[in-house]
């Protein structure tokens, strides 16, 4: 099967505990209405992708699983555009159900922001 330039693997991932936690205690971070963007610059070369969606985000699966996707969707078509970065996403309870075009909005504008911006910290 040939790979795609815009494919989602493992390698796009973050999958260490180590790496969410040097994410949010060194990185830089971006605060929107429904979540907070958290950056780091990587060894590995390209860019990775953390989520977190907990319950009192939404009680329903099915939500939690949208906002997700969303995400993931828009870092698979930017990621090419990102340096080495993590980027670490995390989302916050609030008290009515996220609206998926403004979190898709803040996303882009999010990845925009990561786009035009040196890593201001060294690995």
């Known amino acids: 099967?040939?790979?795609?330039?815009?494919?989602?693997?493992?390698?796009?991932?973050?999958?260490?505990?180590?790496?969410?936690?040097?994410?949010?205690?060194?990185?830089?971070?971006?605060?929107?209405?429904n979540f907070s963007l958290y950056s780091y610059p990587n060894y590995i070369g390209r860019?990775?992708?953390g989520i977190s969606v907990s319950r009192k985000v939404s009680k329903k699966a099915v939500i939690r699983n949208q906002l997700k996707r969303i995400v993931r969707e828009t870092f698979r078509t930017r990621a090419g555009r990102l340096q080495a970065?993590?980027?670490?996403?995390?989302?916050?309870?609030t008290k009515y159900v996220p609206n998926r075009l403004l979190i898709?909005?803040?996303?882009?504008?999010?990845?925009?922001?990561?786009e035009n911006t040196k890593p201001s910290r060294g690995y």
């Open 104 to 114: 898709k909005q803040e996303l882009i504008e999010s990845f925009s922001k990561l």
């Open 47 to 49: 860019a990775r992708l």
């Open 1 to 33: 099967m040939k790979k795609f330039p815009n494919e989602f693997g493992r390698s796009r991932k973050m999958t260490e505990g180590d790496d969410f936690k040097s994410t949010i205690i060194k990185g830089d971070r971006q605060n929107f209405s």
């Open 85 to 93: 970065v993590d980027c670490f996403f995390k989302f916050r309870p």
